[in-house]
Protein backbone atom coordinates (compact mmCIF):
# COMPACT_ATOMS: atom_id res chain seq x y z
CA UNK A 1 0.00 0.00 0.00
CA UNK A 2 1.15 3.32 -1.02
CA UNK A 3 1.39 6.05 1.24
CA UNK A 4 -0.51 9.06 -0.06
CA UNK A 5 1.46 12.92 1.05
CA UNK A 6 -0.61 16.07 0.53
CA UNK A 7 1.07 19.28 1.21
CA UNK A 8 -1.10 22.18 3.11
CA UNK A 9 -0.19 25.99 3.18
CA UNK A 10 -1.76 27.35 5.86
CA UNK A 11 -2.93 30.97 5.53
CA UNK A 12 -4.03 33.23 7.83
CA UNK A 13 -5.15 36.69 7.86
CA UNK A 14 -5.60 39.00 10.99
CA UNK A 15 -7.66 41.85 10.38
CA UNK A 16 -7.42 45.28 13.11
CA UNK A 17 -9.34 48.52 12.16
CA UNK A 18 -7.91 50.90 14.78
CA UNK A 19 -5.56 51.58 17.49
CA UNK A 20 -5.04 48.14 19.49
CA UNK A 21 -2.88 46.73 22.02
CA UNK A 22 0.20 44.66 21.53
CA UNK A 23 2.34 43.63 24.23
CA UNK A 24 5.78 41.56 22.88
CA UNK A 25 7.14 39.43 26.08
CA UNK A 26 9.12 36.29 26.62
CA UNK A 27 7.25 33.25 27.40
CA UNK A 28 7.11 30.15 29.97
CA UNK A 29 9.37 28.58 27.09
CA UNK A 30 11.71 31.44 26.85
CA UNK A 31 10.32 32.65 23.54
CA UNK A 32 9.84 35.55 22.63
CA UNK A 33 5.95 36.55 21.92
CA UNK A 34 3.78 38.93 20.46
CA UNK A 35 0.27 40.09 21.70
CA UNK A 36 -2.05 41.61 18.75
CA UNK A 37 -5.51 41.56 18.79
CA UNK A 38 -7.02 37.67 17.90
CA UNK A 39 -3.57 36.30 18.12
CA UNK A 40 -0.54 35.48 19.84
CA UNK A 41 2.48 35.25 17.96
CA UNK A 42 5.38 33.42 18.75
CA UNK A 43 8.97 34.18 17.49
CA UNK A 44 11.24 31.33 17.07
CA UNK A 45 13.72 32.46 14.02
CA UNK A 46 15.41 35.65 14.37
CA UNK A 47 15.42 36.01 11.32
CA UNK A 48 11.30 35.81 11.29
CA UNK A 49 11.46 38.04 13.73
CA UNK A 50 14.21 40.21 11.19
CA UNK A 51 11.77 40.00 8.17
CA UNK A 52 8.05 41.26 9.79
CA UNK A 53 10.32 44.09 11.46
CA UNK A 54 11.56 44.89 8.17
CA UNK A 55 7.72 44.70 6.47
CA UNK A 56 6.42 46.95 9.29
CA UNK A 57 9.12 49.58 8.47
CA UNK A 58 8.35 49.18 4.59
CA UNK A 59 4.71 50.04 6.13
CA UNK A 60 5.41 52.61 7.69
CA UNK A 61 7.22 54.65 4.84
CA UNK A 62 3.31 54.15 3.18
CA UNK A 63 1.40 55.50 5.59
CA UNK A 64 1.72 59.33 4.65
CA UNK A 65 0.33 57.95 0.87
CA UNK A 66 -1.81 55.07 2.37
CA UNK A 67 -3.62 57.38 5.20
CA UNK A 68 -3.37 61.10 4.73
CA UNK A 69 -4.90 62.79 7.66
CA UNK A 70 -6.24 64.81 5.79
CA UNK A 71 -8.78 61.78 4.16
CA UNK A 72 -11.40 60.70 6.45
CA UNK A 73 -11.31 56.98 6.25
CA UNK A 74 -15.25 56.19 6.40
CA UNK A 75 -16.73 54.06 9.20
CA UNK A 76 -15.39 50.69 9.77
CA UNK A 77 -17.38 47.66 9.73
CA UNK A 78 -16.86 45.29 12.87
CA UNK A 79 -15.97 41.85 11.31
CA UNK A 80 -19.06 39.04 12.40
CA UNK A 81 -16.79 36.70 13.62
CA UNK A 82 -13.75 36.79 15.65
CA UNK A 83 -11.47 33.95 16.24
CA UNK A 84 -8.66 33.79 18.77
CA UNK A 85 -5.58 32.00 17.13
CA UNK A 86 -2.03 31.34 18.27
CA UNK A 87 0.73 31.14 15.36
CA UNK A 88 4.18 29.77 15.99
CA UNK A 89 6.74 31.51 13.30
CA UNK A 90 9.75 29.34 12.93
CA UNK A 91 11.04 29.58 9.65
CA UNK A 92 13.44 31.57 8.16
CA UNK A 93 11.35 33.71 5.47
CA UNK A 94 13.21 35.38 2.74
CA UNK A 95 10.97 38.71 2.81
CA UNK A 96 8.05 40.45 3.76
CA UNK A 97 5.18 41.38 1.35
CA UNK A 98 3.64 45.04 1.85
CA UNK A 99 0.08 45.33 -0.31
CA UNK A 100 -1.52 48.63 0.05
CA UNK A 101 -4.51 50.67 -1.14
CA UNK A 102 -5.45 54.17 -0.92
CA UNK A 103 -8.49 55.38 0.45
CA UNK A 104 -9.08 56.90 -2.69
CA UNK A 105 -9.53 53.98 -4.61
CA UNK A 106 -10.90 51.78 -2.72
CA UNK A 107 -14.87 51.09 -3.08
CA UNK A 108 -15.59 51.32 0.50
CA UNK A 109 -13.37 54.41 1.08
CA UNK A 110 -11.55 52.88 3.40
CA UNK A 111 -7.74 52.45 2.77
CA UNK A 112 -5.90 49.19 4.23
CA UNK A 113 -1.84 48.26 4.20
CA UNK A 114 -1.17 44.97 5.36
CA UNK A 115 1.91 42.67 5.85
CA UNK A 116 2.31 39.17 4.62
CA UNK A 117 5.46 36.67 5.64
CA UNK A 118 4.52 33.03 4.50
CA UNK A 119 0.92 32.19 5.32
CA UNK A 120 0.49 34.95 7.78
CA UNK A 121 -0.99 38.37 6.58
CA UNK A 122 -1.84 41.08 9.31
CA UNK A 123 -3.95 43.65 7.08
CA UNK A 124 -4.73 47.35 8.89
CA UNK A 125 -7.53 49.61 7.94
CA UNK A 126 -6.32 52.88 9.88
CA UNK A 127 -3.48 54.60 10.50
CA UNK A 128 -3.62 53.95 14.11
CA UNK A 129 -4.01 50.59 13.34
CA UNK A 130 -0.43 50.38 11.69
CA UNK A 131 1.10 52.76 13.88
CA UNK A 132 0.52 50.41 16.78
CA UNK A 133 1.50 47.40 14.26
CA UNK A 134 5.11 49.03 13.76
CA UNK A 135 5.72 49.46 17.64
CA UNK A 136 4.32 46.01 18.30
CA UNK A 137 7.07 44.66 15.81
CA UNK A 138 9.64 46.50 16.99
CA UNK A 139 9.27 45.76 19.86
CA UNK A 140 9.36 41.75 19.65
CA UNK A 141 12.56 42.29 17.49
CA UNK A 142 14.49 44.04 19.88
CA UNK A 143 13.66 41.24 22.20
CA UNK A 144 16.18 39.44 19.43
CA UNK A 145 18.54 41.97 18.66
CA UNK A 146 18.95 42.84 22.55
CA UNK A 147 20.28 39.03 22.94
CA UNK A 148 23.24 39.46 21.51
CA UNK A 149 24.13 35.90 20.58
CA UNK A 150 22.18 36.67 16.70
CA UNK A 151 23.88 38.73 15.26
CA UNK A 152 21.43 41.19 14.67
CA UNK A 153 21.84 44.60 14.13
CA UNK A 154 19.44 47.03 16.36
CA UNK A 155 15.90 47.94 15.52
CA UNK A 156 16.76 51.58 14.74
CA UNK A 157 19.59 50.44 12.13
CA UNK A 158 17.27 48.44 10.65
CA UNK A 159 14.71 50.84 9.73
CA UNK A 160 17.30 53.34 9.20
CA UNK A 161 18.55 50.83 6.09
CA UNK A 162 14.63 50.18 4.94
CA UNK A 163 14.13 54.05 4.84
CA UNK A 164 17.17 54.04 3.03
CA UNK A 165 16.74 51.38 0.51
CA UNK A 166 12.98 52.58 -0.40
CA UNK A 167 13.98 56.17 -0.76
CA UNK A 168 16.85 54.70 -3.45
CA UNK A 169 14.21 52.00 -4.92
CA UNK A 170 11.33 52.38 -3.86
CA UNK A 171 9.01 49.43 -2.40
CA UNK A 172 10.51 45.51 -2.75
CA UNK A 173 13.54 46.08 -3.43
CA UNK A 174 15.16 45.68 -0.10
CA UNK A 175 17.87 43.19 0.22
CA UNK A 176 16.74 40.17 2.16
CA UNK A 177 17.76 39.74 6.15
CA UNK A 178 18.81 36.13 5.39
CA UNK A 179 20.82 37.18 2.47
CA UNK A 180 22.65 39.50 5.07
CA UNK A 181 22.60 37.22 7.78
CA UNK A 182 24.97 34.44 5.44
CA UNK A 183 26.99 37.06 4.84
CA UNK A 184 27.71 38.07 8.61
CA UNK A 185 28.38 34.68 9.29
CA UNK A 186 30.77 33.94 6.34
CA UNK A 187 32.77 36.99 7.82
Given at each position: ??????????????????????????????????????????????????????????????????????????????????????????????????????AAVSP????????????????????????????????????????????????????????????????????????????????
Amino acid sequence: METEFVEATSRLTIYIAGEHETDASIGLTLIPLLKIPTAIIELRHPIGARVWWEGWCEAAEMLDRIFPEQINAGELREPELTINSFVILDDAPRRAKIRARSAAVSPDGIGALSVTVGGLTIACASRDAVECQVRGWREAYEVFAKDGGFGLPSADEVAARVRADHARHGVNELSTAAEEQQAARRR
